[in-house]
C-alpha cells in the first residue's frame, strides 16, 4: 500500500514548456486534490475532483488544467509554463465528507521555471 | 467566499509552555475542521480534526476548540517539544465538503 504518490519529485522547465505532473493513489478514494505551496501562502488549492471524470477549480486555477479519467489517478497539467508557476506542489485524496475525511498528502513535486 | 484566515503566522515558545493557533473561517464551511503538521521538507500530515457538532477534542498534548457563532477554530498545544517545531495548518470543506480549503500556516519554534 503505497497512499499517494507524486511524479515526478524533482523538475527543472524553461518558460513556455509543457509538462504533466501525475498523482496516483491505492486506497480507492474519491476525492483528489492538487495544491501549491509557497513561502508564506500556504496551501492554496488549484484544482480537485470529487470522483471519476469529475473536475471542478480550486483558488487558483489559471495556468492549469486537470484530467481523472481513471479513479486512482489524477493529472495537473501546465500548458506553458511560467516563472509565476515556481512551486512546490502536492497532490492528495480522502474518502470524502460521508466516509471520513482525512486527506492524505504526497510527497510533493518541486518544480522550477526558468 | 471560501476563505481560512490564520493566525499568528509565526510563533516561538519556550520548551514546557503552551501553544495557540487561532483560525476564523467564512460562511459557507461545512461540518469538518482539520489541522496538519508539516515538517521541513515532508508532506503535511493531519493531527487532530473536529466537526461541526462537537465543541472540543482532544488528543494527549493536543486539543482543538470549536466556537460556531464566532466562526473560529483554535488549536492548543500543551507542555510543547522540540520536535513540536514545524508548520501548522488549518484547513475549513466548502461545497458540501468537496473542497478543501487551506490557511496560510503558523511556524512554531518550541526552543529548548
Known amino acids: 500500500n503505497a497512499g499517494v504518490t507524486q511524479t515526478p519529485k524533482f523538475r527543472v522547465l524553461k518558460t513556455g514548456q509543457s509538462m504533466t505532473l501525475l498523482c496516483a493513489q491505492d486506497m480507492n478514494h474519491e476525492y483528489m486534490y492538487w495544491y501549491r505551496q509557497d513561502p508564506g501562502m500556504g496551501l492554496r488549492l488549484i484544482h480537485y475532483s470529487v470522483g471519476e471524470g469529475t473536475t471542478a477549480k480550486g483558488e487558483v486555477p489559471d495556468g492549469y488544467n486537470v484530467s481523472r479519467l481513471k479513479k486512482q489517478n489524477f493529472l495537473l497539467g501546465l500548458e506553458s509554463a511560467a516563472p509565476s508557476q515556481t512551486s512546490v506542489y502536492f497532490c492528495?485524496?480522502?474518502?470524502?465528507?460521508?466516509?471520513?475525511?482525512?486527506?492524505?498528502f504526497g510527497q510533493g513535486t518541486r518544480l522550477t521555471v526558468v | 467566499g471560501e476563505n481560512v484566515e490564520q493566525h499568528p503566522s509565526t510563533l516561538s515558545v519556550q520548551e514546557g509552555d503552551s501553544a495557540v493557533i487561532k483560525c476564523t473561517y467564512s460562511?459557507?464551511?461545512?461540518?469538518?475542521f482539520p489541522w496538519y503538521k508539516q515538517e521541513l521538507g515532508k508532506r503535511p500530515q493531519l493531527i487532530i480534526d473536529i466537526r461541526s457538532n462537537v465543541g472540543e477534542k482532544k488528543d494527549q498534548r493536543i486539543a482543538v476548540t470549536l466556537n460556531k457563532t464566532a466562526k473560529h477554530f483554535s488549536l492548543h498545544i500543551t507542555e510543547t517539544q522540540p520536535e513540536d517545531s514545524a508548520v501548522y495548518f488549518c484547513a475549513a470543506t466548502y461545497n458540501q465538503g468537496g473542497k478543501l480549503i487551506f490557511g496560510q500556516g503558523t511556524e512554531l519554534s518550541v526552543k529548548p
Open positions: 460562511d459557507s464551511a461545512s461540518n469538518y
Open positions: 492528495a485524496s480522502s474518502l470524502g465528507p460521508s466516509r471520513g475525511t482525512e486527506a492524505f
